[in-house]
């Protein structure tokens, strides 16, 4: 894709939701990227009748910056009113946008927010973006890290009921998560090496095994034979002495164990500007920090920033990655 403008899928998510009128934020926005957006025309108003239809073979004949790629509901939406019978066009959007960027029509893809509760309603099993992207494209562990500005928070597990989370800290995908994150740290970020600030599972990170285990028989002895492998990690640390600004400050990616250890602080930080990054994947993929905003659909108040912080990000690690 030397030379040519990145070409990037966007999904807006659920169809009720914030999503598809975020999208017209970004006409004119990107002017040096292609935008093609997967969905229905029927969600986007206006603009749905107004763009063009995207041509993969022709996509540097035409000065178009926001195409359409047409994938048809199956229902009439109203705004804030979920409905399970349009989950299957959800998840298709998804698959439309990952085939895109498998076959390299698409040189990233960035995701609006979907709705769980509903798509599980409609019975679908469905436990996030990074599980079924990973499904999608036969990736064994997809890393979730969130960005804002120069915080990165990544995580060892992610949507995982609290009291399954210990059991799922193993050696193996500690030692797998990391080495992805550090290799694409390296890839997209230019970091070499990357530093890494790891939490530990429990308060005090086990206070020497006086509040758990983990740390001692999980977390510490794989840490010790990755930094053998040339990896540059410090931890396990508090997670509370962690997040302050003197430990952050020297270091470029944090690895926190569980979801609600890592993304409340990063999500105070940088709400409404932070991007959501899935690693491991054999694609790009980025998305916004924040959910469908039911109560807000419809009335055109809503704040598109980290959607175009999302496109930002796609955007520069497709060339990063170049």
């Keep these: 894709m030397t030379g040519q403008r990145p070409c990037i899928a966007i999904t807006p998510g659920e169809p009720a939701g914030i999503g598809p009128e975020l999208i017209t934020h970004l006409v004119d926005a990107f002017p040096a990227a292609r935008l093609v957006i997967v969905a229905d025309p029927a969600v986007l108003g206006d603009l749905g009748r ?37 989950a299957p066009y959800v998840l298709e959007t998804l698959r439309t946008a990952v085939e895109g960027c498998l076959s390299g029509v698409f040189d990233a893809m960035v995701t609006g927010p979907v709705h769980k509760g509903v798509i599980n309603e409609s019975g679908q099993a469905f436990t996030g973006h990074t599980e079924f992207l990973a499904a999608l494209t036969d990736a064994p562990t997809p890393v979730m890290m969130l960005v804002a500005d120069t915080l990165r928070v990544a995580l060892v597990t992610t949507h995982l009921p609290l009291k399954d989370v210990p059991a799922a800290i193993t050696r193996e995908r500690l030692t797998a ?17 990357p530093r890494i600030l790891v939490t530990g599972l429990n308060p005090h990170a086990g206070e020497g095994g006086h509040m758990g285990q983990e740390e001692i028989a999980v977390i510490e002895p794989t840490l010790a034979s990755l930094r053998d492998e040339g990896l540059t990690l410090t931890g396990p640390m508090p997670a509370d002495t962690l997040f302050t600004p003197h430990h952050l400050a020297e270091a470029d990616a944090v690895l926190a164990m569980y979801h609600d250890q890592g993304l409340p602080v990063l999500k105070h930080a940088g709400f409404g500007r932070a991007v959501n990054v899935t690693l491991g994947l054999p694609i790009i993929r980025t998305s916004v920090d924040h959910g469908t905003a039911l109560d807000l659909a419809g009335q055109h108040r809503a704040d598109a920033g980290s959607l175009k912080a999302a496109v930002t990000e796609a955007i520069r690690m497709t060339q990063a990655g170049r």
Excluded: H, K, M
């Design 177 to 193: 998560v990391l080495r992805i994150l550090d290799a694409d740290l390296r890839r997209f970020y230019g970091l070499r090496p």
């Design 50 to 86: 107004d763009a063009p239809l995207f041509d993969p073979d022709a996509r540097e004949q035409t000065a178009d910056s926001l195409t359409l790629w047409p994938v048809p509901l199956a229902q009439s939406v109203q705004p804030g009113r979920l409905d399970p019978a349009n």
